[in-house]
Structures are given as structure tokens and as C-alpha cells.
């Protein structure tokens, strides 16, 4: 099976990006994707019966409603981060992900469409294969069952309720060419049929060719977020290209002078009035996004690449306040990282886990810690 460690990376650096982003809007929630927004429920449902794009937000409508899909976003990204039940956390994960942003599709900083991609790409994904609490676990178990159970009942409810009226429709073009519901229950199905040919022929044949399918599943997922990837950025230096204020060199000058793009006016000022880095950054920006998928066929070289795009989004994220943006396109690259120096990460961060649990351990209520 193909990147292991990268698909667990990528599965981490999303869940935290979408977790993170529910969190920090939490107080604004409402405003942004429920029943205050200035973009209401009548315009969102207009512009849903053109393009076909699932949310169940319009299922019932109401408060009560929108808290339970929000609240829920934030357990399945919680669930998703820590890779528990990740085959039903996954799909939680992709619905709620859609169903709030297509409630309202004119927020977002350009992070909301690759959360959105990555969320449609886990699900295919084997991303709970290390650094997982699935990982962990022996088996499936009675909760595993008692949940494929609830998620089927779920879904039939939903399907069988009529409310909600063509997001699971099984010839809708919602996704391509098939609509959501083959979609839901055929993941369902297979699900039912994995632990199935677990508890019934753990080594038979069928467990076998279903484990193959899988990994062969698995591999193609990973080729097509590595293509996003290289997509996103080929196609991004090829129009900055194009651009005269890329050309000049001052592109970068423009934003750092934008009240909206300035979460820290001091720092912004100082790189702003500083004309070189500015144009060295430009340039520099162009040269790396077009550059990187001709790196793709030297090791060292891309690696390189890598640490310096990711500085990029660092600095994209403090200077220009597009956190949201810089993360997802952070775990967004970690799909290209080397399987080495993951391997080496984990075992810095088991060890440091394990140190700090045996000190904790060590320190009693009401005594001094013992070093």
C-alpha cells in the first residue's frame, strides 16, 4: 500500500484545519452558514436547485437544525483527527463539510475548496492505518456494528422520509453522473460486507480480494490528491505568470496595504515598505509554483522545494491572515513528504508522549514532583 504516513498526515492536517476553522467561527456560526446569515435559506435553496450540490442544512431549516449539523461537523472533524471509526468518521466528515459550505459558497479564503476536495478524497483513502486509534483497536467490535447499524437506519430514514428531496436521488448529477445515494449506501454496503468477511473468513479468499480492492482503492486516491496538488500550484504559477503585477514584481506589495489582509499592520508595514524582499518574493513565488512539478522527479530537490512552499504558507498565514488557506495547503503538501522523515516525526512525538506520561504519572496530588 502506497504512503501510509502521508494519507495518516493528510487525514491529521485536515481534520485539524476544518476543527480549527469550526472552533474560531463558533461564535459567529450563526452569521456565517444558519438562520441570521444575510445570505438566507430561500437564496441558498435557488442557488442549490441550479447546481445540485448537497446540504442537508435545507432538510429541516431552523435553529435547532443548524446546531446539530454544526456541532456534529465538529465531532466528525474530532473524529477524523484522532482516526476513530475512520470509515463512518470519513463520511460524517464529507457531509457535514459539504452541507455547511454550500449553505453559503461566497465565504471562504480559496482553503474552503481544497478542504472540500480532500474531504470527497479521504473517503476512498486507507488513512487510518498508522497514527490512528483504529490502529489500535484488535477488531471492529460491538460498537463498530451498533454504528454501521445507526448510520444505515440513518440513511434509510433519510432517504425513504422525503425531506430530503434530490440530495439523495440515485440518478441526480450531484456527483458525477450517479447523485449521492449509490454513493452513501454502496460505502454503507461494503462497510456491512469488510467486517463481514472479517469475523466469518479473517483468511479466506474474499477478505483477501476485498483487502487488494481496498489497497488498490487506497493508491488511486493517493495519485489523485497528489495530482490536486501539483494541479494547484502549476496552474496558479502559470496564471500569476500572466499577471502584470506579477511581472513587475510588486503583487505581493498590494495586499500588505489591504485593511482585510493585514491582521498585524506593524509587521505588514515593515514588509511592505521593504521594496526588494517584496519583489524577491514575487518572483519568487511564481518561479517555486511553476517549478514544482518538474522537482517532482528529483527527491532531494522536491524535498527542498517542499520546506520552503510550506515557510511560504507560514508567512502567507501571519502576514496576510489566511490561516484557514495556508494550513489546508500545508496538509495538502504533506503527501509529497518522504516516508523517512514522517517515520522519524512519529517517533519524536511517541517519545516526548511517553516521557511527559511517565511524568505526569510520577507527580501526586498534593506532593512536589519527584525531579
Known sequence: MLGRHQAATVRIGFGLVWLAHL???????RLLYGDTSPWSMELAERLLADNGALTVLPWFGGRLWFELVYHLAVLAALAVLLGWRTRASTVLFLVTVLSLQNRNVFLGDGGDNIVHLMAVYLVFTRCAEVWSLDARRASSGRTGVLLWALLGAVLLVCQLGGFAGTSLDWTAAAFPYLGWAPLFWGLWAVAGLWWLAGRLAADGELRAVLDALATMLHNCAMLVIATEVVLIYATAGWYKVQGSR???????????????FTPWPGLSGLVGTALLPVFLISYGTVLLQVAFPFTLVNRRVKNALLVVMMAEHVGIAVLLGLPVFSLAMIAADAVFLPTGALRWVGRQVGERGARLGRRVGRIRPGRAPLS
Open 246 to 260: 506579477w511581472q513587475d514584481g510588486t503583487a505581493l506589495y498590494y495586499p500588505l496595504h489591504l485593511d482585510y
Open 23 to 29: 472552533l474560531r467561527e463558533w461564535p459567529n456560526r
